[in-house]
């Protein structure tokens, strides 16, 4: 299994550019996030979702849209970047069974800056 | 809201030395608390996980402990290795119905030989 991967690994966009975060698991897990990592912080939680067509608002939405068409993929979508969204992103899974021992799996990040 | 600190936000040490390090969190009503490294430029891998009716879970060199009452949890690792200078971040999950985590900021260890 690839298990949580992510592209592009590095972008460089212009204030007001549009770009989407790409974001698969092959884990068949259920449930899926978008986290923000901003330097010496720890991660925000941007978006998630507990199923195909279910996604939900987290700690830190605003400039930022997510669709969940399949169980697999989980895309992020910069409508108008801004240099505050200059950060590291990262997308994890879960199996989303409800159990107590369950974690999240993490892919290895998008570093992305705003110019 | 859930807040979660960690301290301290740095830590060097000499190869050899046992340390530990601390994570401290405000809402009791946890469901697990988890202990994951970071290696620069990579993301997440998970070491730990303490479900909220347990107290302690150990991998090798590593044991994290989970006291509720109190809001906290610590990490400590035996025998510190250069190999496990990381960053190692805590997080709570408060909703098993979303398995949504609530990060501390980070203790950036350094081991030196």
């Known amino acids: 299994n690839a298990g949580v991967t992510q592209t592009p690994k590095f972008r460089i966009l212009k204030i007001g550019q549009s770009m989407t975060l790409q974001c698969a698991q092959d884990?068949?897990?259920?449930?899926m996030y978008w986290y923000r990592q901003d330097p010496g912080m720890g991660l925000k939680l941007i978006y998630y979702?507990?199923?195909?067509?279910?996604?939900d608002k987290g700690e830190v939405p605003n400039g930022y849209n997510v669709s969940r068409s399949t169980t697999e993929d989980f895309p992020l979508r910069l409508e108008l970047a801004a240099p505050s969204q200059t950060s590291v992103y990262f997308c994890?899974?879960?199996?989303?069974?409800?159990?107590?021992?369950?974690?999240?799996?993490f892919g290895p990040g998008t570093r992305l800056t705003v110019l | 809201k859930q807040e979660v600190t960690q301290i301290p936000a740095a830590l060097s040490v000499p190869e050899g030395e046992n340390l530990v390090l601390n994570c401290s969190f405000t809402?009791?009503?946890?469901?697990?608390l988890q202990w994951f490294r970071q290696d620069p430029g990579k993301g997440l891998t998970s070491l730990l996980l303490?479900?909220?009716?347990?107290r302690e879970q150990t991998s090798g060199r590593l044991n994290a402990s989970l006291d509720k009452s109190s809001g906290r949890s610590t990490l400590y690792i035996a025998a510190s290795q250069p190999g496990d200078s990381a960053t190692y971040l805590c997080?709570?999950?408060?909703?098993?119905?979303?398995?949504?985590?609530?990060f501390g900021t980070g203790t950036r260890l350094q081991v030196f030989p």
């Open positions: 303490i479900q909220s009716s347990q």
């Open positions: 979702s507990v199923g195909a067509g279910i996604t």
């Open positions: 994890a899974s879960s199996l989303g069974l409800g159990r107590a021992e369950d974690t999240q799996y």
């Open positions: 997080a709570g999950a408060q909703s098993y119905n979303t398995d949504k985590l609530i």
């Open positions: 809402d009791s009503a946890i469901y697990n």
């Open positions: 884990m068949n897990h259920n449930y």
